[in-house]
């Protein structure tokens, strides 16, 4: 982990990624970070929950640029292969201003770099896995020190169609209506002229088609739920890079189409989206960076469900200054103020400090506060008959407060990594959806309630090298309490209550191990138990998960084959994230992987 002014951010490489090709971004999250997932089954739905919020407020984000629906202001995480990027920065809390307003848990970047080193590296990886499940990933870059080209592709095809058991009818059935596909290719191309001016651009095309299987109370006739959705990415950036002051133009468009059916409707929708971000960096004032922005987004939206063609507009003004007034001593403020269809938003500001007090350490301690922001989505105000456009912007305020730090022993051989973080945030003017008094069958969103979230996370990573051997172990930790303060103290009061699906504790904990050729790695996972009703008298049971995979090198000269088999749930633990949404029991793949590299 990386404090950034005061802020908490974490990096993973394709290092970590590269042995997980096969996964889908859900999948990396859940194993190595602290965000839990929430998870409508294998090859379904799956978002995130940042700090006990919801995944509304999580901004996923490709190279910069927003990628949540502004029709349901959330991303499904199974959708984003992690053959399709390179590295992933996660920002928590307050940091995410410094990208968006909205971001109230965080926000999870997912990035692409150019090696302007390399001249040709293929790699080309076949999964084979339980459930009749087949993917394949392509990673092809070429290029000199002035131009790189990278072209990436994945397909994915599953019946997923795994045994279950239904304790309602104690009997073993097996899933049904479960299958689906998934394939995208897209294309990044790095320009620099000099040592002064970057020029990058990429494109991401995307289709995924899935069929959503019925929960397991279901029992009645065939069940032909199917959703498909295509989308089309392209993003243009331009850098310059001067001793004193540095500029950057980023300039996205996205088309994004969902057509959803089953046995009584056949619903369309697609928004268009435009995005486009100026950042300039001045450095001429000694210890004292400042950054101003703008951003311009445009939103269209055309959907069955809405009863007219919709728009939104949103201009950002944004400035940063990060000021080093001694050498121990760093401190950042960041301030915005948007405005949404004409109306000002409310002012927004994150300030960090960061302050090393032993210099022969790499050992901080940092603290922030901030206030933020988040307008309804579109489905909120919009919905035909649900729709509630007088709904106001939901705030937050939030603070936390962490150390780290990072030892390299004598010799190289022992790295020690540990951070301890407190966060605390109140969220008011939250937006429900819930049942309209008179009419439990139709359900509208309202602004209602109070949210206090606050917890704790704690994060050991421990490197080891000797004599050919390389063991790693990372283990995250996260303690959280997302609560209802609305209401009064009585006993039929909700106040006090932990919000639905957030458990209070998740642990992630992964033991690696390799030698010469060979290599290992076991993954653990805890879940604490998550309530189903806010008034917390159901919920669902916490659960483990084990996963292990280990693999061979095998170097041909510039060619490297590597063998792999993984073992997912490999205790074969029954058990649900999402009530009565089943998950696979113990389950195989294996990869084969080969790379080219001169």
Known sequence: PVNNIGFKKVRMDSILLMPNINANLSTILSQYSTIFIKSYGNGSLA??????????????????????SPM????????????????????????GIFNSSGAFGGIVNLVSNPDWNNDVDVTLAQTIAS???????LNAAAGTNKIQSITKGNFTTSRNDFKFYDENLDTTRRLENGAYNQYGLSEDLFIRFGEQHYLSVKLWYSHDYREIPPNITYLGPSYSDTQEEESVRGLVEYKFLEKQYNITVRSALIDDYLRYRNDTMDDRHRYLSSVNRIRLNWLSIKSISIKPGLDLTY????????????????????????????????????????????SLMPFIFAGGIEYKPVRRWNWSVSANISRNYRV?????????????????????????????????????????????????????NLILWQPVSG?????????????????????????????????????????????????????????????????????????SLSWKKFYLSYNFMYTSRRYTGTDNETYMPGYNLSNIFFGKHIHLKKFVLSLQLEINNLFDLDYQSIANRPMPGRNYAIVLKGNFRK
């Open 376 to 428: 309804p989505t579109l489905n909120d105000m919009y919905w035909s008959v649900s729709g509630n456009p007088n709904l106001e912007p939901e705030q937050s305020y939030s603070t936390e407060a962490g150390s780290a730090i990072n030892w390299l022993t004598a010799g190289n051989h022992l790295f020690i990594e540990g951070q301890l973080t407190g966060y605390y945030s109140w969220i008011s």
């Open 47 to 68: 978002t995130p929950s940042f700090r006990g919020t919801s995944a509304h407020h999580t901004q996923v984000e490709w190279n910069g640029i927003s990628l949540n």
């Open 131 to 137: 459930f009749g499940t087949y993917t394949t990933s």
């Open 299 to 342: 939103d269209r939206v055309v959907s069955d469900a809405y009863d007219e063609v919709k728009h939104r507009i949103l201009t950002g003004l944004f400035g940063e200054i990060v000021a080093e007034p001694c050498k121990p001593l760093k401190l950042s403020l960041v301030i915005r103020e948007d405005l949404v269809d004409g």
């Open 439 to 511: 009419n439990s069958y139709l359900w509208r969103p309202v602004n209602i309630n109070d949210v206090h979230a606050r917890g704790l996370e704690a994060g050991l990573n421990l490197k080891y090298q000797n004599r050919g051997w390389d063991a790693g172990w990372n283990t995250n930790y996260n303690y959280c309490r997302s609560t209802n303060e609305t209401g009064d103290e009585n006993e039929n009061s909700l106040k006090g209550n932990q919000l639905i699906y957030i458990p209070i504790h998740t642990v992630n904990s992964t033991l």
């Open 72 to 95: 349901l202001g959330q991303t499904d995480l199974t959708q984003l292969p992690v053959s399709q990027f390179d590295g992933i920065e996660i920002l928590y809390g307050g940091a």
